[in-house]
């Protein structure tokens, strides 16, 4: 995408501003069919599951959380979810292979599901000890339920040493957003680098929204001949 703009100085040509370095982010969609067979097991699940794999909230709180923790995995702790697992490794190893990165497996290092109710709100973030991390729709309403939206933050975090200027509002560009909301329907899945923020401020007008978060690592990193290593995700520590 070229951005071309007018210059008053009659000594310059060819002036254009071109983007460099684009965040890439893969969005695909369930079978309709696998979806709703997925969600039917994941809503199973959230009314069954013993209390050990639920995170404990306060009273007030408008969240419910499925294997919140490091030493969990809902994919792997419920043999029922095997094949949505296999889904979204395979789809995550893709997501690594066509942005031009090498890798030969990928492993799902943590897996949870988030319940939202009326009025809940998630704070900005990013996640730690990952390289892709992933969003899964499971029930969801884009006309009620708030977007997942993914901040900018060349623009909205101050990081010294880098100089920082506002933004001209009256001059939108793909380079000063602040963010980006992802207006998606339910079965959706979307994948991203996990340094990317994101969250919603925006107070749920639903009473059910249901989605699977997930981190993804590469089974073996190598760069070169002199720095490797290895994920096993059968020893969670």
Known sequence: MNIENNTNNNSVENYQIIPIMPEAMAIFQIDKKKHQEFKAKIEHLMDTAD???R???P???KR???CNNRFQN???DFPDLKELHSILEESALD???KTGFTCDQVVITDAWVNKYRLGSTLPTHRHANSYISGNYFINYDKSINSPLTFTNDRVVTSQAPAIKLEPDKSNKTPYNRPDYSILCDEGTVLLWKSHLLHGYSKPEMG???LTLSFNVMPKIAGVGEQFSFAVD?????
């Open 51 to 53: 209390d050990k794999y």
């Open 55 to 57: 995170r404990d909230v």
């Open 59 to 61: 009273p007030e709180d």
């Open 64 to 66: 419910e959380f499925l």
């Open 74 to 76: 809902v994919l792997l």
């Open 95 to 97: 997501f690594i292979k």
């Open 207 to 209: 009473d059910n929204r």
């Open 233 to 237: 995700e059968n020893n969670r520590v």
